[in-house]
């Protein structure tokens, strides 16, 4: 059975940094992507950044130059640095894994909670 596990949310100031980490265990199949996700109340979930094959990351415009995707293969982990995090980064960050080849998924963490406080 696949599980993501996702740690590293918190209560944080204006400015500061957290280091948002996802293990996913039971992955038999390498996945294509992994990445994170976030929704705030009211809002619909959205892409926060992902990295492809391992090599190539993608980023929300309103994270550039902030966030910063990597993942360790080996060990089908991905974090998220955060720095210089503001009250609209506040939302539930999903992890996400997924396959576009044979055989395909997309398996979801729960989510953890990150408040920026302002």
């Known amino acids: 059975q696949v599980q993501l596990v996702e740690s590293g949310g918190g209560l944080v100031q204006a400015g500061g940094s957290l280091r948002l980490s996802c293990a996913a265990s039971?992955?038999?199949?390498?996945?294509?992507?992994m990445g994170w996700y976030r929704q705030a109340p009211g809002k619909q979930r959205e892409l926060v950044a992902s990295?492809?094959?391992?090599?190539?990351?993608n980023y929300a415009d309103s994270v550039k130059g902030r966030f910063t995707i990597s993942s360790d293969n080996a060990k089908n982990t991905v974090y998220l640095q955060m720095n210089s995090l503001k009250p609209e980064d506040t939302a539930v960050y999903y992890c996400?894994?997924?396959?576009?080849?044979?055989?395909?998924?997309?398996?979801w963490g729960q989510g953890t909670q990150v408040t920026v406080s302002s």
């Open positions: 990295v492809t094959d391992g090599a190539t990351t």
């Open positions: 039971g992955i038999i199949f390498r996945p294509s992507a």
């Open positions: 996400n894994t997924k396959r576009f080849v044979i055989p395909p998924y997309d398996y």
